[in-house]
């Protein structure tokens, strides 16, 4: 046969940039660019593992992140990266095959694909800065990077130019964005999205946060989220804490369960929604929430397991696994999820299963008796899981019968007459059921006792 | 003590609320000028007085119209009382007439319309699915207007409880950290206002992505009630940047700075005051009490902002 032309193998550079760009959100890049950010301060710190009841001192970590319809900006004092990691690392694509193994390095960020994604989501003028001690002195780099030049060069060497630059006031990386994309405009245009990403670095963060980490957003400083859960004489919450260990390597897996909000009091799964929606089990890999508040068969519902129902609303479940061996972690690709063919999470799920098993019970046996049961949950306080003394099960009280034969009283009525008679009776946000309690009790002082 | 009665509230007269009515029609006539409303709807919620409805008419032309009254008395005396032919009574809530107005009739879904849910409790979470059901549903060159009580107690006993209901209500929107004292007093109208124009712009980005709303109105005003008017204008494309300049203009009066806290006058007060007023400098307390009697600061400058659109009232006694 007689060759007749030749196809074209070479993917041009913009259909890379748009594949490369196309199943991951703006929020989620920003979190990329963070994940490098604290994997490079964790480095610094000597990379010790970080638990739910220990970690390295995060307190000298700084991030800013600034936004808006026109520019982002991610600035660190992580250390920066270094010129040689730029020219063979940080900025190709793609790992080269003669980079050192990640062992012994406790991290979730990987200088890979993640960087460019990022970057090349966001916008098309960008700036990497990056001043750095090497040995005795400190030295400066940028890599400045014109997207819309860029995809137009026909070469077939993918590289960027490295400069020389001033010096950062710390050393670390400061990356620049102009020229917004389309999406990153309508997204940092959007006055929700700071305050989800606020919330959302909150809760992945939340034990770097509690470590000290500092993470601004637009000048507002992130307060992480505290996870507290209901401590008792009756309650407790679950904390046990495990090796596993495949092939001579090993993970460290640690379990805090128990109860962050009281159960609900109403049948209405409208009420309180946000509580559900921090309701389930969150999954940490290496100090990061990597799946939060989970209802699904990814964790334990479900399957031959019961499925999740709003009454189980206030459950918290919290599974970290660390491990300098990032390859056993049930992470996925995207490390927003978890891997379900890990082996360390298939052993540790029944575990998981453990203490959701003692929740539901008592969320059914409390119905027996719901009103001495919320005398019992309203005599708890509530403890941060970062102060969580082990134990080896969750805790609940046995509720019995003790009142006379009971019936409920059901019916529908127009929320905003609730709140009215709410208000009246004393406050606006008293429950539906508090407020039918007190309309029924109110009458029947009117209209039946003195009459017993 | 209690408040002296020169200072206290005749309910059926509400200075602060006239002036605001006032400033929301001088500003929907400035923008009539940039958008086409030849066809246009004005739906608002009457009562049994009509006044948007007759400055609705008077003002900006408009002579298509539906009154939306909930009340089935309320409905009766409303329909006696239209002031004109074309004014159309729907009765209901305004949670059924609206999406009824946009999914059943025919006309009014493809002409623009100028909304004011003109609310007198507090703002939850059934208006805020309305507020977004109008925004979602609005065609080109309409205006959507809201107003609501801002009054503490509809929102909880204390500020940390109103901070409760304000996250409940705005989520994402609120800050991690929130002072009490943005959700008291008068701040916490601001704080609302700002939270609902929020609401608007977030809705309006997501659903009409490369042209969305213009918030325009943002009036915080006080009688005895604290309330909040918040506003937006859905121009069409090609007007969308005539709009933004009118809006961000000097001359816009919908987005006053100050609340609007009208001082109560009597008639005799009110006109000498107005005969008065310097055009190029401010009336000072001094100016006031060479007149002869006297005001407080804040009173003599509200005046003095918002003269233009001072009531006049006479009462009747028969």
């Known amino acids: 046969m007689e060759q007749i032309s030749t196809a074209d193998a070479n993917a041009s550079r ?58 982002f900006c991610i600035t660190d004092n992580c250390g920066g990266m270094s010129q040689e990691s730029a020219e063979k690392h940080a900025l190709t694509f793609g790992r080269k095959d003669d980079d050192p193994e990640d062992s012994g390095e406790f991290s979730i960020g990987v200088y890979g694909i993640g960087l460019k994604r990022a970057v090349f989501k966001i916008g098309t003028q960008i700036e990497i800065r990056s001043t750095y001690q090497t040995g005795t002195s400190r030295k400066s780099f940028a890599v400045p990077i014109d997207v819309n030049e860029w995809v137009k060069d026909p070469s077939n060497d993918w590289e960027f130019p490295i400069v020389t630059a001033d010096a950062l006031k710390n050393d670390g990386l400061a990356i620049e964005v102009k020229g917004l994309t389309p999406l990153a405009v309508f997204t940092f245009s959007d006055p929700e999205f700071e305050g989800t990403l606020v919330r959302t670095i909150a809760r992945d963060y939340a034990l770097h946060l509690h470590r000290g980490l500092k993470v601004y957003v637009n000048g507002e400083r992130v307060k992480g989220e505290e996870f507290k859960l209901y401590l ?103 490390k927003r999820s978890v891997d379900l063919s890990s082996i360390v999470y298939r052993r540790s799920r029944p575990k998981m299963k453990e203490p959701t098993r003692a929740w539901i019970t008592y969320t059914n046996n409390r119905k027996v008796d719901q009103l001495a049961a919320e005398v019992i949950e309203q005599q708890a306080t509530r403890e941060s899981i970062f102060a969580v003394k082990p134990q080896a099960q969750l805790a609940v009280p046995q509720i019995s019968k003790t009142r006379a034969r009971e019936t409920i009283i059901q019916f529908p009525m127009a929320k905003e007459r609730i709140t009215a008679l709410g208000g009246a009776f004393g406050s606006v946000r008293m429950s539906a059921r508090e407020v039918g309690l007190k309309a029924f009790n109110y009458s029947y002082d009117e209209l039946v006792s003195g009459d017993e | 003590m209690s408040e002296p009665s020169f200072k206290g509230v005749n309910y059926s007269i509400r200075p602060s609320k006239t002036i605001q009515r006032g400033l929301v029609f001088e500003g929907l006539r400035a923008l009539r000028e940039d958008l086409d409303w030849t066809k246009a709807s004005y739906v608002g919620m009457g009562s049994i007085w009509f006044t948007d409805f007759v400055l609705a008419h008077k003002a900006l032309g408009l002579s298509r119209m539906v009154s939306i009254e909930g009340h089935p008395i309320g409905f009766r005396r409303a329909v006696f009382n239209k002031p004109y032919s074309f004014v159309r009574m729907k009765e209901g809530l305004t949670y059924n007439v609206i999406p009824s107005l946009y999914e059943d009739e025919v006309r009014f879904p493809n002409n623009p319309a100028i909304v004011w849910l003109d609310y007198d409790e507090g703002i939850n979470e059934a208006k805020l699915d309305e507020i977004r059901y109008v925004v979602e549903s609005a065609t080109d060159d309409s205006v959507l207007l809201v107003t609501f009580n801002a009054n503490e107690h509809h929102y909880g006993i204390d500020p940390s409880e109103r901070i409760e209901t304000v996250r409940e ?14 959700v008291t007093g008068l701040r916490l109208g601001n704080t609302l206002a ?117 009531p006049t009232f006479a009462q009747v006694v028969s």
């Open chain 2, 169 to 182: 209500l705005f989520g994402n929107l609120v800050p991690q950290r929130i002072k009490g004292s943005r």
């Open chain 1, 232 to 334: 008792s004489e009756e309650f407790s919450p679950q904390y046990v804490k495990w090796t596993e260990e495949v092939d001579d390597k090993e993970v460290n897996v640690e379990i805090v369960a128990g109860f962050a909000f009281p159960p609900p009091s109403d049948n209405n799964p409208s009420d309180r929604r946000d509580r559900e929606e921090k309701s389930g089990w969150y999954v940490a890999c290496n100090g990061r929430i990597v799946m939060a508040a989970d209802k699904s068969a990814l964790t334990v519902w479900g399957d031959d397991f019961p499925a999740w129902h709003p009454q189980y609303t206030g459950f918290l479940g919290l599974i970290a696994f660390t491990s300098e061996h990032t390859e056993l972690l049930p992470l996925t690709t995207t």
């Open chain 2, 194 to 310: 700002d939270l609902t124009e929020d609401v608007i712009r977030s809705r309006s980005l997501k659903v009409r992505k490369p042209n969305p709303c213009v918030p325009a109105f943002r009036l915080v005003y006080q009688d005895s009630a604290t309330m909040v008017t918040v506003g937006a204008v859905f121009p069409r494309a090609d007007r969308h940047s005539a709009i933004k300049r009118r809006v961000n203009g000097r001359a816009w009066v919908g987005r006053p700075s100050d609340p609007v806290i009208a001082p109560h006058l009597t008639s005799k007060e009110a006109s000498v005051l107005q005969a008065n007023l310097p055009l190029r400098s401010t009336l000072t307390r001094g100016d006031v009490r060479k007149l002869g009697f006297d005001l407080e600061e804040e009173q003599i400058r509200a005046f003095s902002n918002f003269y233009r659109h001072y």
């Open chain 1, 14 to 71: 913009a259909f890379f940039v748009r594949m490369l760009t196309r199943d991951i959100s703006v929020e989620d890049c920003i979190l990329d660019l963070m994940d490098n950010s604290v994997d490079s301060a964790w480095k610094k710190l000597g990379k010790k593992p970080l638990t739910f009841t220990a970690g390295p001192d995060f307190s000298e970590t700084r991030i800013d992140l600034k936004f808006d319809n026109e520019s």
